[in-house]
């Protein structure tokens, strides 16, 4: 891994969930290569070991849907300076066939522990003047698609929490944004594409162009590298203006 000539996050300490794979994986390299020290925060043991290993940074494993997990990790306690929310899982059924554990779960994952661990580093991010909050989200934090209540009410939440961040941070030198990709090629994507294939009868390359993809006119999956160097840009310098926005990277979906 060979750090940029001027690392943006040199001395500050980056808390990256979801890391052990995916989005989270890519952010967690690519503030490693700023300068952060990265803690690789995930319910995936190995997964976090193994990026912790691969940075040097700081594996982190706990079950972010329970708020008690959360609390064991005595944040505070940190000098946190990043905090990326990256953390999720999906679930598709129609509403009147959704399982209310598993509606209650997402909640818990992709909005409360967010709320959570904001609640935790604020305080320190507030006494030291400075302070980055990224939210991934997602283009259904924007729009809604059918079957996915859970996962677009979270992330439509997700957008709002970001929002008050923003302002109650504002004079204490705490951004918060968040980024909104459209479908990313990562290990959660990957296997909707399976299953839709294998439901639909068709191609893979189908599923993406036909299904996936039929309302962005940019037709391919992004990179997760695209969602870390936006991260990258939120955390650098002339962005103290930058709070309380989302930054959607959908391909044009969101134009049609």
Same mark, same amino acid.
């Given at each position: ?18 890391? $052990? ?26 997964? $976090? ?13 706990? %079950? ?9 990790? =005595? ?17 598709? $059924?129609?509403?009147?066939? *959704? =399982?209310?554990?598993? *509606? =209650? ?9 967010? *709320? ?89 390359? =189908? ?42 990277? %959908? ?6």
């Amino acid at each position: 891994m060979t750090p940029p000539p001027n690392p943006c996050l040199n001395g500050r300490v980056a808390l990256v969930t979801g890391a $052990a794979s995916g989005v989270g994986r890519a952010i967690a390299v690519r503030l490693a290569e700023e300068g952060a020290e990265v803690l690789a925060l995930d319910y995936d043991r190995a997964g $976090a070991t193994s990026i912790a290993d691969q940075i040097n940074g700081e594996p982190l494993v706990t %079950d972010l849907t329970s708020a008690d997990a959360i609390a064991s990790l =005595d944040l505070s306690r940190r000098a946190i300076d990043v905090l990326v929310n990256c953390a999720g899982i999906q679930h598709v $059924a129609p509403i009147e066939e *959704f =399982d209310t554990t598993t *509606f =209650d779960r997402i909640h818990r994952l992709m909005l409360r522990a967010p *709320f959570l661990l904001a609640r935790a580093v604020l305080p320190g991010m507030y006494e030291r003047g400075w302070g980055r909050m990224i939210h991934v989200s997602s283009i259904h934090g924007h729009r809604a698609s059918a079957f996915k209540s859970a996962y677009v009410s979270a992330k439509h939440g997700l957008e709002g929490l970001s929002k008050v961040i923003a302002i109650e941070g504002a004079a204490k030198g705490v951004t918060s944004n968040t980024i909104a990709p459209g479908y990313v090629r990562t290990p959660l994507v990957e296997g909707q594409i399976s299953d839709q294939a294998r439901r639909h009868g068709v191609d893979e390359d =189908d599923v993406v162009r036909d299904i996936l993809l039929a309302r962005s006119p940019v037709k391919r999956l992004i990179a997760s590298d695209e969602v870390a160097g936006l991260v990258a840009y939120l955390c650098g310098a002339g962005t103290a203006s930058i709070s309380g926005t989302s930054f959607i990277l %959908d391909g044009g979906w969101s134009a049609t």
